[in-house]
């Protein structure tokens, strides 16, 4: 009994350290934390999207047309006799800005990794930055933001976010920029002629007085776009 009691003793310390399981961070141990940041990405980034296809492009409108509770944006507009003025010439421009300023927004409040730190982590983190980049058929958000976590020896980091958002947003900005276009032009658009060129989309009007607000659809995809544009022609 007095030996086991003097190896317990003067070995404890030892035997307890040598049990004791060392944090290992590899490959797989990033996962958990880009999934986390890329599922904040992708629920505000598709706030942001619903409120752009809703709200004529812009997530908070300053110049609108109110229609079905909806601020709806006017992309061309006039006061007086006469085809409209187009009000976004850079269409596609117009909503890597409002996706981009609505992430760099919403994402500092949605990752929270203070979690981690609870678990007897160092996390350091860098400054945020986000890229949108508007394709025909596709949007694709790329965040840079420094992570590097950290425990004993071992350290992971991570520097680049990446979600990709299946929307046609930069095919229905080509759509509208037609639209827009022949509004200011020839004071009106030619649905029927313009589908038939263009089978893939449909254009929807409804005409208030000198106001119309037209929706683009594009086959296969269930998004729409809607958008006001006023004019005296």
């Known amino acids: 009994v007095v030996s086991v009691f003097l190896v317990f003793y003067f070995l404890g310390d030892k035997i307890k350290k040598q049990a004791e399981k060392e944090v290992v961070f590899d490959e797989s141990s990033l996962e958990p934390l880009k999934n986390y940041v890329e599922d904040c990405i992708e629920e505000n980034g598709n706030e942001a999207i619903d409120l752009v296809l809703k ?138 002629i313009y589908e038939i060129k263009h089978p893939e989309v449909t254009v929807k009007s409804y005409g208030p007085v000198n106001v119309v607000i037209y929706t683009v659809l594009l086959r296969n995809y269930n998004y729409e776009f809607q958008f006001a544009t006023r004019s005296w022609a």
């Open 55 to 192: 709200q004529g492009g812009k997530i908070d409108p300053g110049f609108y047309y109110y229609y079905k509770d909806d601020k709806v944006n006017y992309l061309c507009y006039s006061d007086n006799l006469g085809p409209c003025e187009v009000k976004a010439p850079f269409m596609s421009k117009m909503f890597e800005d409002e996706i981009k300023n609505y992430l760099s927004m919403k994402l500092p409040a949605c990752i929270n990794l203070d979690s981690i730190r609870s678990e007897g982590y160092n996390v350091q983190e860098g400054q945020m930055n986000v890229d949108v980049d508007v394709l025909d058929y596709s949007v694709v958000v790329n965040l840079d933001y420094p992570v590097t976590v950290s425990k004993g020896n071992s350290v992971i980091r991570q520097n680049k976010f990446t979600k990709t958002f299946e929307v046609p947003l930069g095919k229905i900005a080509k759509v509208s920029k037609d639209i827009i276009e022949s509004e200011s032009s020839y004071g009106k658009f030619f649905n029927q």
